[in-house]
């Protein structure tokens, strides 16, 4: 999975020198159109120019061109103004008062320092809604709102793309706006100092070679290596017992959440998913007994008639902000592996094209990704990225899912043998020693370390969800819940085993029992366990109790 799959890079100080695209910058670029990323220039010239000094505009899905006023699609040679053109009153007042040199593009009007005063001066006059940037000596003139970031985002919508998936690369004042919106804003090695200062890093490499040397880096790792520059998207777990906050990256994680019944699995991992689509990652939920069907973020697919085809999920994760929880109550259970193992491979081929869903959580995941199941292999690519796996057992879990997991979250009075679980379940040794018991919204958190793979896990109070996670009743009565979630008539002497697969199934066993079986599971409080633990319905509970 590229976590990369787009470059937009300035022109003149970036990709340019003397206005001119070299040689080697240009095969710099096919390299990286060849690996299958795009490539969108983004500058404050006006196209016609730029049509002139850069021969191969062919290199570039979009040009955003006049400082975020035009866009231009090079395959169609297709124009569209993202402003309303300066009054030529306007014009023609700046030419009286000496503003020279003066052009004019579609949108945008532009001369130099120092008639920036004299411009200023003239916009109050007329009473326009203009704004004033500069680059280097460049004093550009455009419509309010408009700047190179406003132009990249229309771009990057037309082409499907998250900013999430997109490198920026920039020199002068004007890229601010444009490398803010990227996930990785760079400034080439003679940037101008306030812009190199805000890049999250800066290429050693002046101008052209800085550009060339970041396209070969995304070319050879997708930035792997540069997680902690990238700090600032880094989404929040919670805080440790030290006071200080956990933070996971956005894109390099796999993440399994484990704990027992009723221990706040799924609390956790809303609140996780809410933070993750809050700063603007999709996200995608795999729901085999529908506990997110009020995600808040995302389109719920699928009921208790009947599960979602994978194209109406592809569909809303096509566009960016897109976010879809996948209800699967409606499916038998022995079939969710299948309906798992054929909707899995399509987002994964849409996360080789687009870099999304950025995240895939999978509730359940000893369901859909059982461990004797064989056709896991198959269902799992060798690279894997960006998943959340919540389940009761680890040691029920497909091993090559395990295998990919670099993160552990256990919760409940079991965290710290969960947590066992876990590394005995991939034939290793786990942490040593004694391992707190965290207190109700607490969780242990153990991550991968390069330098010592069993060092010790820490206690984490988890950040609280700010969306209420709602249950449905529906669901309950008439889904399917998993055997170790349904209820069992056995009777005093375990003679019987009548399985309630949901309250629809439970009402019409229990005017089917006797007495006897009857009164056996209420004087042991099975009724109220049950409907606290599995059904999660605390007032059911109390009255059964």
Same mark, same amino acid.
């Given at each position: ?5 787009? +470059? ?8 340019? @020198? ?5 040689? /080697?910058?240009? %095969? ?14 983004? !500058? ?29 699609? /090079? ?20 030419? %009286?008062r000496g503003v020279d040199p003066l052009g004019v593009g579609r949108v945008i009007v532009a001369t130099r320092t120092p008639h920036e005063g004299t411009v200023l ?21 455009? /419509? ?36 803010? +919106? ?41 930035? @792997? ?41 799924? *609390? ?34 699928? !009921? ?20 879809? @929880?996948?209800? +699967? ?35 359940? $995941? ?5 461990? /004797? ?11 894997? %990225?960006?998943?959340?796996?919540? !389940?009761?057992?680890?040691?029920? $879990? ?8 670099? *993160? $552990? ?27 707190? *018991? ?29 969306? *209420? ?37 439970? $009402? ?38």
């Open positions: 999975m590229m976590r990369f799959v787009a +470059l937009a890079c300035d022109y003149d100080g970036t990709l340019a @020198s003397g206005g001119r695209l070299a040689e /080697p910058t240009a %095969a710099a670029l096919e390299r990286l159109v060849a690996s299958g990323r795009k490539a969108i220039l983004v !500058t404050g010239r006006e196209l016609d120019e730029l049509r002139v000094v850069c021969p191969r505009l062919d290199l570039f899905e979009r040009v955003v061109a006049e400082n975020g006023a035009l866009l231009y699609r /090079p395959a169609t040679r297709e124009i569209v103004p993202l402003g309303e053109p300066p009054p030529a009153g306007f014009l023609d007042a700046l030419r %009286a001066q003239v916009i109050r006059e007329w009473g326009l809604e203009f704004q004033v940037i500069f680059n280097k000596g460049a004093v550009m003139v455009l /419509p309010a709102g408009i700047n190179k970031a406003t132009g990249l985002k229309v771009a990057l919508d037309e082409l499907g793309l998250s900013p999430h998936n997109v490198v920026g690369i920039g020199d002068a004042e004007n890229d601010h706006a444009f490398l803010s +919106l990227c996930e990785c804003g760079v400034a080439v090695g003679d940037a101008l100092p306030m812009l190199a200062e805000r890049a999250d890093f800066r290429t050693t490499g002046f101008a052209a070679e800085g550009a060339i040397e970041l396209i070969d880096e995304v070319l050879a790792t997708d930035l @792997s290596g540069r997680d902690e520059a990238l700090r600032r998207h880094h989404v929040l777990l919670g805080v440790d017992d030290r006071g200080r906050e956990v933070r996971l990256s956005p894109a390099r994680h796999n993440i399994l959440i484990a704990g027992q019944s009723g221990a706040g699995k799924s *609390t956790l991992a809303t609140g996780w998913l809410e933070r993750v689509a809050e700063a603007g990652y999709q996200v995608c939920i795999i729901d085999p007994e529908g506990d997110y069907e009020a995600f808040a973020p995302a389109v719920a697919l699928g !009921t208790a008639e009947g599960p979602p085809s994978v194209e109406e999920v592809l569909q809303v994760l096509e566009h960016p902000s897109g976010h879809v @929880s996948v209800n +699967l109550i409606g499916l038998p259970l022995a079939e969710r592996p299948a309906f798992f193992a054929a909707l899995f491979p399509r987002l994964h081929a849409l996360r080789m094209r687009v870099g999304r869903p950025h995240w895939i959580a999978i509730d359940e $995941v000893h369901h859909l990704l059982p461990s /004797p199941w064989e056709p896991a292999m198959l269902a799992l690519p060798a690279e894997l %990225a960006g998943l959340v796996g919540i !389940t009761l057992y680890p040691r029920e $879990v497909a091993p090559p899912f395990l295998a990919a997991i670099d *993160t $552990v979250i256990t919760v409940g009075e079991s965290a710290a043998q969960t947590m066992g679980e876990f590394f005995a379940s991939r034939n290793e040794r786990g942490p040593e020693g004694d391992l707190p *018991t965290p207190a109700p919204g607490d969780a242990l958190l153990w991550m991968s370390n390069d330098h010592d793979e069993a060092f010790a896990p820490v206690r984490v109070r988890i950040e609280p969800s700010q969306t *209420t996670r709602r249950r449905h009743l529906r669901k309950y009565a008439e889904g399917e819940l998993g055997p170790d979630r349904s209820f069992y008539f056995e009777g005093p002497e375990g003679k019987l085993r009548l399985r309630a697969q949901n309250l629809v199934w439970f $009402v019409q066993l229990a005017q089917g029992v006797d007495d006897e079986t009857w009164m056996h599971h209420l004087r042991r409080g099975d009724y109220s366990r049950w409907f606290r633990e599995a059904i999660k319905d605390e007032a059911l509970a109390d009255e059964a109790g």
